[in-house]
């Protein structure tokens, strides 16, 4: 159910019984060679359709713009984004505008982690929930990583089991780098072409859908239990 699909007199409906709202955050970023720049933004779009059909709340138009990495706004073709500043003025704005008409609560859905792109959804205003949708638990099912990193395991997982004919694992190639090698790039203090790099951090050659299958409903899962607690408060 699309808030933009609605007339403004279903939406005035629709707050007589509700006044929470899903807003997929997606971001035009290079999820290396194998997977697509839409990646983060089809994902949450998907887990806020899900939860929308579960529980009758509207999600918002998506906001496609995200921050990213210094380094991949540099050099990967075709990644783009915005400021922290812009990032957190736009929900700012939009969400101030909702409020006057009786909205009161937002869950803000991201599959991008970037630090700066979460801290901006969480500054924008106290009535967001922020949902990284891959901080959930994944040891015991991936084999090469501990967590999620970029377009890796797990990512590339659940694109497998989400939209198969959007991966090309022909192309797919692990990447690694140290932790302490690749913080400064994670900070935004260093954007230098790495070594190597293709776009991907981890092991994308390691994915499968079973994984993928079993990591999005513990995403799933952890949203809708974080759409559960504001519901039944
Ligand atoms: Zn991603």
């Known amino acids: 159910m699309k808030l933009n699909m609605l007339k403004y007199t279903e939406i005035k409906k629709y707050l007589e019984n509700k006044d929470c709202l899903l807003i997929p955050i997606g971001t035009c970023e290079q999820h290396g060679l194998h997977l697509p720049l839409c990646t983060d933004t089809i994902v949450a779009e998907k887990m806020c359709d899900e939860i929308s059909e579960r529980y009758g709340i509207l999600v918002a138009p998506t906001v496609n713009y995200g921050v990213n ?23 700012k704005s939009i969400t101030m505008y909702w409020k006057n008409h009786g909205f009161k609560h937002f869950f803000a859905v991201s599959c991008h982690g970037d630090i700066f792109h ?12 922020v949902i990284e949708t891959y901080e959930v638990e994944q040891k015991d099912l991936l084999e090469k990583q501990e967590c999620t990193r970029h377009a890796c395991e797990s990512e590339t997982s659940v694109m497998l089991y989400l939209y198969p004919e959007l991966v090309d694992m022909n192309v797919a190639k692990d990447f690694d780098i140290p932790i302490t090698t690749f913080m400064p790039y994670l900070e935004h203090k260093n954007d230098k072409p790495i070594e190597g790099y293709i776009g991907n951090v981890g092991y994308s050659t390691f994915a499968t859908k079973e994984k993928g299958k079993v990591i999005y409903e513990r995403m799933i899962k952890n949203l809708e239990d974080v759409v559960k607690m504001y519901i039944n408060s």
């Open 69 to 91: 990495l210094p380094l991949d706004n540099k050099i990967m073709t075709g990644t783009t984004g915005i400021t922290y500043e812009i990032l957190k003025d736009t929900l």
């Open 118 to 129: 979460i801290k901006a959804i969480n500054d924008a205003d106290s009535d967001i929930d």
